[in-house]
């Protein structure tokens, strides 16, 4: 194996083969089930001839429950784990650290054969036992959303391998903790024989297999160890368009540089500029000569449309420079009820979706520029939303229940409820802080007491798995500030009236001190967790970074001369990194790609920094497709708190008059 993985090219063969069997896999199970019986059934029977192995003895896990279509047939998958079984792997097939489950991939199972079991006048219960690696199960139940991500995986598994579909992912599922559940009532799970891609020694020799197969020529992947198309696969996108003139098109050279072009024209029957007409815009050039035309529309930056024009009297060609410009595009503008301010806000590429205090939920399509009114109110305030990468739409109903929509665009979207506790009350209300981060809800029950802990609960909600926690008991007054999905961040008063930040740990289940503000720091106005570090606003103006492990700080964007209302941030990885998240986000090889914090002011602006300081400033008053009486509007003065998301180059910002969604010359 040590021989394997030292070898680049058949790790990128074997890359490539394992990337297609997974997608064969979820999208064409029926061709993944040939592809398996005609090219590995072979190698499988060879395994269980001379294999001497015995079975293994399996320890409880826990068990899902969900249905066939139509809810037919009932199945029951009792996940359990032994040592002995093949560990987590990384993208490229080899195994994972069991202790870092970022490297974790790919999830490898041995499954049982099916059991079935029929009483009269029930449905019909099917019964599988997925075998895994013990850590596996010891890390699902420590984390929420990785027990859901393993869960799905195995599922997925198991559907391909049984060529069925299950309900799983509509949310038809249940959650059976430090259970087994066997066809005749067995409390333990029988031995099995593990199949090879879950044993780790024959792993080694199937892999070893596939290659020479795939060295033979006795697999053929498409695109892998076929001859390459002579067709290029990526062409080059040119950054301006030419437009049909009046007259001929001039001859020219076209040179851009990172912050102006030049364009040069030739023009032999001119002796001078003095017969030429140029025009320049922000978006395109035109030229006209008494017999030549050039017109030119630019398609990836702006210009200065004060042109610098110099006639080349030798060559006869005129030199046009422009200079390229920061001009923000205005996107959208999406009203909202008078004193009814937007309290949650989420975007992806072509979609808005936000939630406000009166329980308004409001979808809106930036490419058609529709809107679909979801609930005009609802039973509490809205306190977080989010649009998935497959368009599903997660939200946060106060501290009441969870809700999911798959294409909250269409007025007949399936709505799924996941309700966090059966006795809700106003009094719970009250003393109840709700966080969302991404598909998971955070209560954190500030007036509710269980020994000397306050209590805090995570709802999963595509998988509508709860998990509960407790922490040290919050003194009274102390602040939630934030929630990553793997950290909550709250603020203690120290008895000289510092100011204490502290964080839970859910993977350890520990607190941890963050950094401590005397009093003579002043005012913490806003407060975001970054992967490794704390984002704070100190007396309204000022933008500083600290370490979260040691409270030093690390980095001061920058002030301001308004105040700040509203703070977030933005950071994309370089696809070709593979660098833990967690190792933090400043360090120059983490390979990040993009790392841009947003504010907005009370000015009207909003403002782009990177870790070097001001980038880029976006006005209000200049978006030219604001009509005159709204850009002399006050869009942050009526104290409402305010939100601000960025997706790729677009920003979207809540103000008092409505959502507008601007495109950032700078992020673009």
């Not at 279509?69 to 994972?96: M, Q, R």
């Not at 110099?310 to 390229?324: A, G, M």
């Not at 998240?581 to 400043?586: L, P, S, V």
């Not at 790392?595 to 907005?600: E, I, K, R, W």
Request: charged letters at 25%; one cysteine or more; proline letters at 5%.
């Amino acid at each position: 194996s040590e021989e394997l993985a030292n070898d680049p090219r058949t790790q990128q063969q074997l890359k490539d083969f394992w990337n297609m069997l997974d997608e064969m896999s979820e999208n064409n199970p029926e061709e993944y089930k040939n592809f398996i019986e005609k090219n590995l059934k072979q190698g499988v029977e060879e395994f269980k001839s001379s294999s001497s192995k015995s079975s293994v003895y399996s320890k409880v896990g826990y068990s899902v429950k969900t249905y066939t279509p139509k809810k037919k047939e009932v199945v029951i998958i009792n996940v359990v784990h032994n040592t002995n079984v093949l560990g987590p792997l990384k993208s490229d097939k080899n195994p994972a650290s069991l202790a870092n489950v970022e490297e974790w991939a790919h999830i490898p199972a041995s499954f049982s054969q099916k059991k079935v079991k029929k009483e009269d006048r029930k449905k019909p219960n099917w019964y599988f036992d997925a075998h895994v690696h013990s850590a596996v199960v010891e890390q699902a139940n420590r984390d929420l959303r990785l027990k859901a991500h393993a869960t799905s995986s195995i599922l997925k598994r198991l559907c391909a391998k049984e060529n069925i579909q299950l309900l799983f992912e509509s949310g038809e599922f249940l959650y059976f903790d430090d259970s087994y559940k066997g066809p005749q009532g067995e409390k333990e799970p029988p031995g099995h024989y593990l199949e090879v891609a879950a044993d780790p020694e024959e792993y080694q020799k199937y892999i070893r297999k596939m290659k020479d197969a795939f060295d033979k020529g006795q697999i053929q992947i498409p695109g892998v160890n076929e001859k390459p198309s002579e067709k290029p696969l990526i062409q080059e996108i040119q950054s301006y368009s030419l437009e049909l003139g009046p007259k001929p098109q001039a001859e020219f050279e076209f040179a851009e540089e990172s912050k102006f072009v030049k364009v040069l024209v030739s023009l032999p029957e001119e002796t001078s500029m003095k017969n030429l007409d140029l025009q320049v815009s922000r978006k395109s050039l035109k030229l006209e000569s008494s017999s030549k035309s050039l017109f030119m529309n630019f398609s990836s930056f702006s210009v200065d449309p004060n042109a610098k024009a110099k006639w080349l009297k030798k060559s006869k060609k005129l030199e046009v420079t422009l200079n390229k410009t920061n001009i923000n595009e205005f996107e959208a503008f999406v009203d909202i009820r008078f004193a009814d301010p937007v309290l949650a806000l989420s975007m992806r590429k072509s979609s808005l979706i936000y939630g406000t205090a009166l329980g308004r939920i409001l979808y809106y399509d930036l490419e058609t520029r529709q809107e679909q009114v979801i609930a005009e109110f609802s039973e509490e305030c809205i306190r977080g939303v989010f649009i998935s990468s497959e368009n599903v739409l997660y939200v946060a109903v106060g501290d009441h229940y969870c809700m999911a929509l798959v294409n909250p665009e269409n007025s007949e979207a399936q709505r799924h409820l996941v309700y966090h506790e059966p006795n809700h009350s106003n009094e719970t209300c009250q003393t109840t802080q709700v966080l969302m981060h991404d598909e998971l809800v955070c209560l954190v029950k500030l007036g509710a007491v269980v020994g000397e802990h306050t209590p805090v609960f995570l709802t999963h909600i595509p998988s509508q798995v709860k998990m509960s926690y407790e922490i040290p008991l919050l003194p009274e007054h102390s602040v939630p500030y934030d929630f990553d999905g793997n950290k909550l961040l709250w603020m203690e008063w120290g008895p000289d009236m510092s100011k204490v930040f502290k964080w839970f740990d859910f993977s350890s289940r520990e607190v941890k001190e963050a950094v401590t503000f005397s009093k003579s720091f002043g005012h913490i106005t806003q407060v975001k967790l970054l992967p490794d570090s704390l984002l704070i606003v100190q007396n309204y103006r000022k933008i500083r970074i600290y370490d979260i492990t040691n409270g030093v700080e690390r980095n001061f964007l920058g002030s301001v001369k308004s105040d700040i209302v509203a703070i977030n941030f933005y950071f994309s990885r370089d696809p070709a990194d593979n660098t833990n998240e967690q190792e933090g986000i400043f360090e120059q090889n983490l390979g990040i790609s993009k790392f841009v914090v947003v504010t907005a002011q009370t000015e009207g602006s909003i403002c782009i920094w990177d870790y070097q300081g001001l980038a880029e400033v976006i006005r209000i008053k200049d978006l030219e497709a604001l009509t005159p009486n709204y850009q002399r509007m006050q869009y942050f003065a009526m104290g409402y708190p305010y939100y601000l998301c960025v997706w790729d180059s677009k920003i979207a910002f809540s103000t008092d008059l409505g959502t507008i969604v601007v495109k950032s010359d700078f992020l673009a």
